[in-house]
């Protein structure tokens, strides 16, 4: 059964970092892009990063400089490496996989509170 699963979210005070993962299945083939977006309380959901398999990357200007999205040693992982974070970052963050079919994770949820 194809499945995105993401994990590394967490309550962290402004200023902190975390590191989230995604991975995503092996029978979801072909996958020529995987991306993370956020949906804040009240807001859409938007994207964050994303990343293709030949390796090119693109980033929303609200993490210019302060996220870094890789792809990990493993089949179909993806890592979102996330600095200096702010009140504003709190979001659910979402994996999605974009392949034959596209598919999304359950999310993970960001706090950033003192």
């Known amino acids: 059964q194809a499945q995105v699963v993401e994990s590394g979210g967490g309550l962290v005070p402004p200023g902190g970092s975390l590191r989230l993962s995604c991975v995503a299945s092996e029978s979801i083939f072909s996958i020529f892009a995987m991306e993370w977006y956020r949906q804040a309380p009240g807001k859409q959901r938007e994207l964050v990063a994303a990343v293709t398999s030949g390796g090119s990357t693109n980033y929303a200007d609200s993490g210019k400089g302060r996220f870094t999205i890789s792809r990990g040693n493993a089949k179909n992982t993806v890592y979102l490496e996330m600095n200096s974070l702010k009140p504003e970052d709190t979001a659910i963050y979402y994996c999605?996989?974009?392949?034959?079919?596209?598919?999304w994770g359950q999310g993970t949820q960001v706090t950033v509170s003192s």
């Open positions: 999605r996989a974009r392949g034959m079919a596209t598919y």
